[in-house]
């Protein structure tokens, strides 16, 4: 089971991993209701390192990106259900738009984005570069989104 952590231990764990020979996979996101496209995402993810940590938008974040009706679940329930995922080691939590700050001081092996993205559009880019981050892009699962999982509960 994966463990919420603050900034402060996350940055510890990876520096004492990293003495060690560990690698770690760091993506983030809302994760604001769980469904396949998440799990999936998040199992590839896991592929990439020794261990896996998702940055989650806080509530105040995922307001300013998603709009004041959201998150539909609060942080600490969010959090706690990456928690269950096996493919998750640890879930940090962050206040910004983007996570490019706490990438900057966690300085993870890999970096994950959806595939949405490309290395040209990432806003964490110069992040990544800087400190020779590798970044995987991951296909999403199409029509898997919380967006339209609310869409579909609110035309019933």
């Known amino acids: 089971m994966g463990q919420i952590v603050t900034q402060d231990e996350i940055i510890k764990i990876v520096q004492e991993g990293h003495k060690n020979g560990k690698t770690f996979v760091v993506t ?15 199992k590839e993810t896991k592929n990439f390192a020794d261990f896996s940590i ?3 938008n806080s509530d105040k974040s995922v307001k300013l990106i998603k709009g004041e009706d959201r998150p539909i679940n609060n942080e600490s329930d969010r959090a706690e259900m990456l928690t269950f995922l ?9 206040e910004e ?19 949405d993205y490309t290395l040209e559009t990432l806003p964490e880019r110069d992040v990544v570069l800087r ?12 029509g898997k989104s919380t967006t339209n999982l ?5 035309q019933k």
Do not use: M, Q, W
């Open 150 to 154: 609310i869409n579909k509960i609110n």
């Open 131 to 142: 400190n020779n981050i590798r970044v995987e892009f991951i296909k999403f699962v199409e």
């Open 54 to 56: 998702v940055l989650l």
């Open 97 to 115: 738009n983007s996570p490019a700050e706490l990438l900057e001081k966690i300085k993870p092996d890999v970096y994950t984005k959806g595939a």
């Open 86 to 94: 096996s493919c998750v080691d640890y879930v940090v939590l962050f």
């Open 28 to 42: 983030n996101g809302c994760f604001d209701i769980l469904h396949i496209g998440h799990a999936r995402y998040l």
